[in-house]
C-alpha cells in the first residue's frame, strides 16, 4: 500500500520568494507521482506528473518537481510566488500494483498563503 | 477533447432525505470513474471507483452508494443523508495511469 505525506499543513511566502512545498512517498512499487492545485470551491487541477522518465519535471504556471529515490520525496518549487499561487497543493501517488484500476492516494494538502 | 461535468454545483439537504449526485464524461469511452469526498483538513478521501459499466468498489463503509448505468455516467447516492455526510464531493476519471481529470466539484451542506 502506498501513502503520501506532506510536511505543513500551511505554507505562507512572500511574493516573489520561493515557494518549497513538501512531499514524501511510500510505495511498494516504483511510483508515479503527482501533484495537483485547488483554488476555492474549485476541482483539482493537475500541476505536474512524474512518470518514471525525468527525474526533473516542470508543469504548469512556473512549478516544477524534482523525484529523489533516495528521499521517497517528490518536493514542488517555484522560483517566484505569485499572489495567484495561493491555493491547496495535494500530492498524490499512483497504486500501480493494482492493476487497471489506477488509483491516486493523495496527501492532506498544503495551504498556500502568498503576502503582498 | 475529453470534458468531465457534474452537477449540482451546491446542494443543501435536512438530515433524512435523499441525494444523488451525477457526473458524466465525454469525449471517451470506457473511462475509470472516481467520487472523492473532502472534508475540511482531511484532504481528499476515495469514496467509490468503477472500471466498467456496473463494476463498482467500495472504498469506505459508509452512508453512499454508488452506480455506473451508462459507460460515462457515474452517480452518488444516499437514500437518508446524516450531518456527517456534509463535504465537497469529486468525481474524476481518467483512461490511463497517468493522472485523473477532475469535476469542479459539488459542495453538499447536511442541515
Known amino acids: 500500500a502506498q501513502s503520501v505525506t506532506q510536511l505543513g499543513s500551511h505554507v505562507s511566502v512572500s511574493e516573489g520568494a520561493l515557494v518549497l512545498l513538501r512531499c514524501n512517498y511510500s510505495s511498494s512499487v516504483p511510483p508515479y507521482l503527482f501533484w495537483y492545485v485547488q483554488y476555492p470551491n474549485q476541482g483539482l487541477q493537475l500541476l505536474l506528473k512524474?512518470?518514471?522518465?525525468?527525474?526533473l519535471v516542470k508543469g504548469i504556471n512556473g512549478f516544477e518537481a524534482e523525484f529523489k529515490k533516495s528521499e521517497t520525496s517528490f518536493h514542488l518549487t517555484k522560483p517566484s510566488a505569485h499572489m495567484s499561487d495561493a491555493a491547496e497543493y495535494f500530492c498524490?501517488?499512483?497504486?500501480?500494483?493494482?492493476?487497471?484500476?489506477?488509483?491516486?492516494?493523495f496527501g492532506k494538502g498544503t495551504l498556500l498563503t502568498v503576502n503582498p | 477533447s475529453q470534458t468531465i461535468h457534474q452537477w449540482p454545483a451546491t446542494l443543501v439537504q435536512p438530515v433524512g432525505s435523499p441525494l444523488s449526485l451525477e457526473c458524466t464524461v465525454e469525449?471517451?469511452?470506457?473511462?475509470?470513474l472516481y467520487w472523492y469526498r473532502q472534508a475540511a483538513g482531511r484532504g481528499l478521501q476515495l469514496l467509490f471507483y468503477?472500471?466498467?459499466?456496473?463494476?463498482i468498489s467500495s472504498e469506505v463503509p459508509q452512508n453512499l452508494s454508488a452506480s455506473r448505468p451508462q459507460d460515462r455516467q457515474f452517480i452518488l447516492s444516499s437514500k437518508k443523508l446524516l450531518l456527517s455526510d456534509s463535504g465537497f464531493y469529486l468525481c474524476?476519471?481518467?483512461?490511463?495511469?497517468?493522472?485523473?481529470?477532475f469535476g469542479s466539484g459539488t459542495r453538499l451542506t447536511v442541515v
Open positions: 468503477s472500471v466498467g459499466i456496473g463494476q
Open positions: 474524476a476519471w481518467t483512461g490511463t495511469a497517468y493522472g485523473y481529470t
Open positions: 469525449g471517451t469511452s470506457n473511462p475509470n
Open positions: 512524474y512518470t518514471s522518465a525525468a527525474t
Open positions: 498524490a501517488v499512483s497504486d500501480r500494483s493494482g492493476g487497471s484500476n489506477y488509483k491516486l492516494t
